[in-house]
């Protein structure tokens, strides 16, 4: 449209719709919880040991509100002893709902009962949909893991009395529902991240700034039991067979899990919490990682359909930038979003939104984010934002950018706009595309339009730190160029970086005609002037 999608082929245009069927992702399983049962349960001998299990081991009764700070005395999970049933009147945390504190000393617990919990469990987690009962409120949940878990004592003919049931089950909901000493930091909106490195050192980031918290685990088996509860609601499991797997909290929170024996001083969790409120270019001004006038030239960019990448660090803040950005979107185009979990919160009416998903237990049915892109290609979109680009799937982005889906973005780990470059570079090799570099970078210059820099400062503070045009090759060589940069000029007393954003004088963007186009040119014009003229103004 504007000149520069050259180098796009036709064959990359969206194909007609596939038949529906070819389309549309396989369906959630069912709960069925029925015929499944017969399956799980296995001889209890063969039980290995605890790491292995961790769920099974761990079934003994926890005391629900503990929170991990005070060891519960001498009171090993590994559920061996009969103990009395003290917890049951303990206050629980959320979302699991309290029940009514029981009368009269409670039931002695047999090795009998942890045996029958830990049959009963784990028929639970495989009947159940436990993705499903993520998103039911805790008492809806606790009422369908009843009626499973009743289900199940029937169908396996345990004998157990009323109370022993009531008992059981509070004890399931609490292994299922609870994140035990997690609950006080994910009720917690100011942290950004809680990493948990085995159950003695928790370490949250609140404001930027990394700090290590007072919370503690029970023992390494509880941390792993919860690092379990977490990834079953997404039906996966992590046991010494799987070490390593990524779920996400009802809530939208991302997780990712490694335990032992990958992870030597206990399981690792890492927690990046879902903020609901997500923050706006206004608030980024605010906080000043952007100025005024560079908010108002990524506001332009977004809207006026520039092909953007936005590129940093971990937890720079490229996430936040991309919902940012979309918020320019006219409301009438039809928009794909492509992520790994999905954390854009896109407010226009016409989105569809579309997640990856990891391989199962046996290693099948993966869809890979490249799966996806490809296969939005088809689905008339106008713009395809890809949450996190991180391999071969960039040659479908950069394909649909340059064949008329202008406006697409997708975000790059990476510390600058030209390492931006050679890492799109790089992931187009790790495709298996043996195209002549020329080539490569032709494609990348005709497809991408603005690269958007992201940072998170030793402080602890976000800053854009560039917004910067892809012009062509020059040779074999990306020539890029500069519009808006942060300078750093060194810190305050307490620490802070000081420094301001600029722009680099450039009046006339390359993007300036579809600025025009859109009837935007003046207010981007202004914008990139006042940002110059500040520059003076603050006396460089
Ligand atoms: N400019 C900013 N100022 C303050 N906090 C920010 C800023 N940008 C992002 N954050 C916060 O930092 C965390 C990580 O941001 P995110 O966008 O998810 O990073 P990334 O996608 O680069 O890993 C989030 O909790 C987010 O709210
Ligand atoms: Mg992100």
Redesign the pocket.
């Known amino acids: 449209m504007f000149g520069k999608r050259g180098t796009g082929s036709d064959e990359f245009r969206p194909a007609p719709p596939p038949p529906a069927r070819e389309a549309a992702p396989a369906p959630a399983p069912e709960p069925a919880p029925a015929p499944k049962l017969e399956q799980p349960v296995q001889p209890e001998p063969a039980r290995p040991p605890a790491a292995e299990q961790p769920v099974a081991a761990q079934a003994a009764p926890r005391p629900a509100g503990t929170f991990g700070n005070q060891p519960a005395a001498g009171q090993p999970s590994t559920a061996a002893a009969p103990r009395p049933a003290a917890p049951q009147s303990a206050p629980k945390p959320p979302p699991a709902k309290a029940p009514p504190p029981k009368s009269g000393p409670s039931p002695r617990r047999s090795e009998d009962y942890y045996d029958i919990k830990t049959l009963i469990f784990s028929a639970l987690i495989d009947a159940i949909d436990l993705s499903q009962l993520a998103k039911m409120d805790g008492e809806s949940a606790r009422d369908e893991i009843r009626d499973i878990v009743n289900e199940i004592i029937a169908l396996k003919n345990v004998v157990m009395s009323i109370s022993e049931q009531e008992a059981l089950l509070d004890d399931i909901c609490n292994d299922v529902l609870g994140y035990g000493p997690l609950e006080p930091l994910l009720a917690r909106d100011d942290?950004?991240?809680i990493m948990v490195n085995g159950p003695e050192t928790v370490y949250i980031?609140v404001?930027?700034k990394i700090e290590q918290t007072s919370v503690r685990f029970r023992d390494a088996s509880q941390l792993l039991n919860i690092c379990q509860r977490i990834v079953g609601q997404v039906g996966r499991r992590v046991d010494e067979s799987s070490p390593i797997c990524d779920a996400r909290l009802p809530d939208g929170s991302r997780v990712n899990v490694i335990a032992p024996p990958l992870a030597i001083d206990g399981a690792a969790l890492t927690i990046?919490?879902f903020?609901k409120d997500?923050?706006t270019l206004d608030?980024?001004v605010k906080?000043g990682?952007?100025s005024p006038e560079g908010a108002t030239i990524l506001e332009v960019i977004g809207r006026v359909r520039c092909n953007t990448i936005?590129s940093?660090?971990?937890?720079?803040?490229?996430?936040?930038?991309?919902?940012c950005l979309t918020r320019y979107i006219d409301s009438d185009e039809r928009i794909i979003t492509c992520e790994d979990s999905a954390?854009l919160q896109l407010q226009q009416p016409h989105v569809v939104r579309l997640e990856t998903r990891p391989p199962n237990l046996e290693g099948e049915g993966e869809i890979t984010m490249r799966d996806l892109v490809k296969n939005c290609l088809r689905m008339r979109p106008e713009r395809i934002i890809v949450?996190?680009v991180r391999g071969p799937e960039v040659f479908d982005l950069l394909q649909a950018m340059n064949t008329g889906h202008d406006g697409s973005m997708g975000?790059i780990?990476s510390n600058s706009p030209r390492e931006c470059l050679n890492r799109i570079e790089a992931m187009i090799a790790m495709g298996g595309f043996t195209l002549p570099q020329k080539t490569v970078r032709e494609i990348i210059c005709g497809s991408v339009d603005v690269i958007v820099q992201?940072a998170?400062l030793r402080d602890g503070?976000?800053?854009?730190t560039h917004i910067t045009e892809v012009l062509g090759t020059e040779g074999d060589v990306i020539i890029t160029q500069d519009l808006f940069v942060y300078d750093m000029d060194g810190e305050d007393a307490n620490g802070r970086i000081i420094g301001k954003h600029r722009s680099t004088g450039i009046a006339r963007p390359a993007f300036w005609d579809r600025a025009r186009y859109f009837g935007e040119e003046s207010r981007l014009a202004q914008a990139l002037d006042a940002a110059e003229v500040d520059q003076y103004a603050a006396g460089a």
């Open positions: 942290i950004a991240d980031e404001n930027g990046r919490k903020k997500k923050l608030q980024l906080f990682s952007i936005i940093g660090g971990t937890g720079s803040g490229k996430t936040t930038l991309l919902n954390e949450g996190e975000t780990h992201a998170r503070s976000r800053r854009i």
